[in-house]
């Protein structure tokens, strides 16, 4: 099985240019993950697993290995290797391995963006203290809360997560721990978590886990449920400036829509692949593939052509910000 290796500006202003990695593909379905979030860029979850053992597909750590050795040199200005992707990267066992091996053949930062939900697991945890980062998606303080944003497999509970996270800040080696939080708002009044009951439990929780930075955003990308909104920039600056004061300013970073990037400085060896890749992993503008991939507009027309007469690919979005996903 194929390992999927992606470049491009990763959301985080924390990451900058990243290679991201996906360790997990069911061959039966688009997506498989632990959750079903409601605000999910890559739509519902086909298959819901309960944990590792319940995985179809996962990428073993020899085949990490052989993909990074030759693709990670084709990029010049490379900051992070970060695992990430289609599905919940903690749910493959093989990770602190895949980790140790890379660091012996680059040089390179290793980041893991995870949901959260297999840290209250000792196994993860000892996977993730190979990483230098780790950013660690939290959405709600309020375990009914979380259960609607996040809709988890049965048996992760928000106690188990908050504990984990805990646990990881207090070993001895570990990743440096980041926070996101991702903020949704909502046409039909809930689930929502950027209200002031929401704010103030989630501030007192993250006091508890004491993580070295967080980082605060809202939706950027069509959501799952279509009565998921994102929340405005004014409020997102208020809660971050509410952050600020808890937190102090040099721990935490607001990320609002639009963010900018400087065009890439990849060396491409199958650009059509790379294309599709770049949408299979998340939804994307005409823009984003350009800015993500350094291709110009006359470059990327004819692949976007292709993609979508061969039915690969299908618009979504509105008129005024059209994206390209995966059918």
Same mark, same amino acid.
């Not at 290793?110 to 959260?116: A, R």
């Not at 709600?140 to 509970?157: L, M, Q």
């Not at 994307?284 to 800015?291: N, P």
């Given at each position: 099985?194929?390992?999927?290796?992606?470049?491009?500006?990763?959301?985080?202003?924390?990451?900058?240019?990243? $290679?991201?990695?996906?360790?997990?593909?069911?061959?039966?379905?688009?997506?498989?993950?632990?959750?079903?979030?409601?605000?999910?860029?890559?739509?519902?979850?086909?298959?819901?697993?309960?944990?590792?053992?319940?995985?179809?597909?996962?990428?073993?750590?020899?085949?990490?290995?052989?993909?990074?050795?030759?693709?990670?040199?084709?990029?010049?200005?490379?900051?992070?290797?970060?695992?990430?992707?289609?599905?919940?990267?903690?749910?493959?066992?093989?990770?602190?391995?895949?980790?140790?091996?890379?660091?012996?053949?680059?040089?390179?930062?290793?980041?893991?963006?995870?949901?959260?939900?297999?840290?209250?697991?000792?196994?993860?945890?000892?996977? $993730?203290?190979?990483?230098?980062?780790?950013?660690?998606?939290?959405?709600?303080?309020?375990?009914?809360?979380?259960?609607?944003?996040?809709?988890?497999?049965?048996?992760?509970?928000?106690?188990?997560?908050?504990?984990?996270?805990?646990?990881?800040?207090?070993?001895?080696?570990?990743?440096?721990?980041?926070?996101?939080?991702?903020?949704?708002?909502?046409?039909?009044?809930?689930?929502?978590?950027?209200?002031?009951?929401?704010?103030?439990?989630?501030?007192?929780?993250?006091?508890?886990?004491?993580?070295?930075?967080?980082?605060?955003?809202?939706?950027?990308?069509?959501?799952?449920?279509?009565?998921?909104?994102?929340?405005?920039?004014?409020?997102?600056?208020?809660?971050?400036?509410?952050?600020?004061?808890?937190?102090?300013?040099?721990?935490?970073?607001?990320?609002?829509?639009?963010?900018?990037?400087?065009?890439?400085?990849?060396?491409?060896?199958?650009?059509?692949?790379?294309?599709?890749?770049?949408?299979?992993?998340?939804?994307?503008?005409?823009?984003?593939?350009?800015?993500? $991939?350094?291709?110009?507009?006359?470059?990327?027309?004819?692949?976007?052509?292709?993609?979508?007469?061969?039915?690969?690919?299908?618009?979504?979005?509105?008129?005024?910000?059209?994206?390209?996903?995966?059918?």
């Amino acid at each position: 099985m194929k390992t999927r290796i992606i470049y491009g500006p990763i959301l985080s202003r924390r990451l900058g240019r990243s $290679l991201g990695v996906d360790i997990i593909k069911n061959p039966d379905s688009r997506k498989n993950c632990n959750y079903d979030c409601v605000y999910c860029q890559l739509g519902h979850a086909d298959y819901k697993v309960t944990g590792p053992e319940d995985v179809k597909g996962t990428i073993t750590a020899t085949k990490v290995i052989e993909s990074i050795q030759s693709y990670h040199r084709n990029i010049d200005d490379l900051d992070y290797i970060t695992f990430s992707g289609t599905c919940e990267p903690t749910l493959n066992l093989e990770l602190g391995e895949m980790i140790s091996n890379i660091k012996s053949i680059c040089e390179h930062p290793i980041c893991v963006i995870s949901n959260s939900s297999l840290v209250g697991r000792e196994d993860v945890r000892s996977n $993730l203290a190979e990483a230098d980062l780790l950013i660690a998606t939290f959405v709600s303080g309020y375990e009914d809360t979380f259960r609607s944003i996040n809709r988890p497999a049965p048996g992760i509970r928000l106690e188990d997560i908050i504990k984990g996270l805990k646990a990881i800040k207090s070993m001895e080696k570990r990743p440096k721990l980041g926070i996101e939080v991702m903020l949704v708002d909502s046409e039909i009044d809930f689930p929502v978590n950027c209200t002031d009951r929401e704010i103030e439990r989630l501030i007192e929780v993250l006091k508890q886990i004491d993580p070295d930075e967080i980082e605060i955003l809202t939706i950027s990308r069509p959501p799952a449920e279509k009565y998921i909104t994102a929340v405005p920039d004014t409020r997102l600056k208020e809660i971050a400036s509410r952050f600020d004061e808890e937190f102090g300013k040099d721990r935490v970073r607001l990320v609002l829509r639009g963010l900018k990037r400087g065009r890439s400085k990849m060396r491409h060896q199958n650009i059509d692949e790379e294309v599709y890749d770049l949408i299979l992993r998340r939804p994307c503008t005409f823009r984003q593939i350009c800015t993500s $991939l350094g291709i110009t507009d006359l470059e990327l027309r004819p692949i976007i052509a292709k993609l979508m007469s061969s039915k690969s690919i299908v618009e979504t979005g509105s008129s005024e910000e059209v994206y390209y996903k995966t059918p």
